[in-house]
C-alpha cells in the first residue's frame, strides 16, 4: 500500500510504565525531559499513550495514540509538557485492553467537537486476564459511549490508510512460529470464551523519506517481529528506522525473549525504543544485546525520526 514519505515522525512518550531522570538523551534522536524545569511532575503509569506529530510536506497532524490507563496520568502528563486536548486532529487506540483505552472516555469530555477515533471491528469483544488468584475482566470498550462521548468512529479489519499520511496494518499476519500469544488472555465472543487471538491489535506505520519506516506498537501481542514484518509486506519498505511501543516479552519467557532478539537482529533497525509491558528482564537483555541501538520508553521522552 502506498503512504507519502514524510518529512518527520515525533513521537512524545505522554504515558509509559517508566520514568527515570538518568537514561541519556541522544540530541535530535531521542530527548529526554529534564524534571526540574516543568511545571509539575510527570507521573508514570501502568499504560502507555503517545503524542504523535507527522510532517507532511510542512502540514503538521497530532496523533494520540492509545490513552493510558485511566485519565489521571494522562491529563497531568499532558499538563506538564505543555500539551493541551485540542491539539490532538485523531486517536488511535492499538487494541481492546483498558491499559490503553482508559483515559480515552475521560479525554473526549475535555474536547469540544467530534474527533475521529481508528480502531479494529474486534476491539470492542469483551476482554478477560486468567492469574493464579483468578479471574480478571470482563473489560469493555463501548462504541455508543465513545459516540456519545464525541467520537466518531473509524473502524477497520484490513490494512487502511488514515489522514492521508500513515498506515494501519489491520488484523497482523504471523508468519513467525515463535509469536503465538500467551494462554492466559481470553476475549468473550456471543458469550462464549476462547483464546484471544489479537486480532484487533494493530500497528501504526509512517514512512520517512530516506530514513524508512516508524512502526509503532501497543503491547505487540501478536508479536513485535511479525508487525513489523507485516508492515514491510504492506509498504514494500525494508528499511527500519524506529520500533517503539510495548513488547509483551518477560512473561512469553526466555525462549520468546532471545528469539525475538533473533529476529529484530535480522530487521536490523536504527532505533528500538521498549517499555511498557515489555518485562524487566527482557529490557535488560535488549539492552545488552543492543548497546547502540536500544533505549528505554520513558514518560516524557520525544522520539524524532527526521528525514533526511
Known amino acids: 500500500m502506498q503512504i507519502p514519505a514524510l518529512q518527520a515522525v515525533t513521537i512524545e512518550i505522554l504515558v509509559d510504565n517508566f520514568f527515570d531522570v538518568f537514561e541519556p538523551s541522544r540530541p535530535g534522536i531521542v530527548e529526554r525531559v529534564t524534571p ?87 476491539t470492542y469483544f469483551p476482554k478477560l ?90 503491547c505487540s501481542h501478536p508479536g513485535i517481529v511479525n508487525m513489523v514484518k507485516y508492515a514491510q509486506k504492506l509498504t514494500g519498505v525494508d528499511k527500519v528506522a524506529l520500533i517503539i511501543g510495548g513488547f509483551h516479552l518477560t512473561a512469553g519467557g526466555e525462549a520468546l525473549i532471545q528469539q525475538t532478539i533473533q529476529g529484530l537482529k535480522e530487521i536490523n533497525p536504527e532505533l528500538i525504543m521498549a517499555g511498557h509491558c515489555t518485562g524487566f528482564r527482557a529490557l535488560t537483555k535488549l539492552a545488552g544485546v543492543f548497546p547502540d541501538n536500544f533505549m528505554v520508553s520513558c514518560v516524557g521522552t520525544k522520539v524524532l525520526v527526521v528525514g533526511g
Do not use: C
Open 129 to 218: 486476564f486468567m492469574t493464579p488468584k483468578g479471574r480478571i475482566g470482563p473489560w469493555v470498550l463501548s462504541a455508543d459511549q465513545l459516540t456519545q462521548a464525541g467520537g466518531q468512529l473509524e473502524e477497520n479489519r484490513g490494512p487502511l490508510v488514515i489522514l492521508d499520511q500513515v498506515l494501519l496494518t489491520g488484523t497482523v499476519e504471523r508468519t513467525t512460529g515463535y509469536e503465538k500469544g500467551l494462554p492466559v488472555f481470553k476475549r468473550k465472543i456471543n458469550e462464549q470464551e476462547e483464546p484471544d487471538p489479537f486480532s484487533d491489535e494493530q500497528a501504526l506505520v509512517a514512512v520517512v523519506e530516506g530514513r524508512g519506516l516508524v512502526v509503532i506498537g501497543g
Open 36 to 122: 526540574g524545569r516543568l511545571p509539575k511532575p510527570l507521573v508514570a503509569a501502568h499504560g502507555l499513550a503517545f503524542l504523535i506529530t507527522l510532517n507532511h510536506q510542512g502540514r503538521l497532524t497530532r496523533i494520540l495514540m492509545d490513552a493510558a490507563n485511566d485519565p489521571l496520568p494522562l491529563f497531568n502528563n499532558l499538563e506538564a509538557l505543555g500539551h493541551k486536548p485540542e491539539e490532538i486532529d485523531a486517536v488511535v487506540v492499538s487494541h481492546g485492553h483498558p491499559d490503553h483505552y482508559g483515559g480515552l472516555l475521560g479525554f473526549l469530555a475535555k474536547r469540544v467537537g467530534p474527533l475521529p477515533i481508528y480502531l479494529h471491528e474486534d
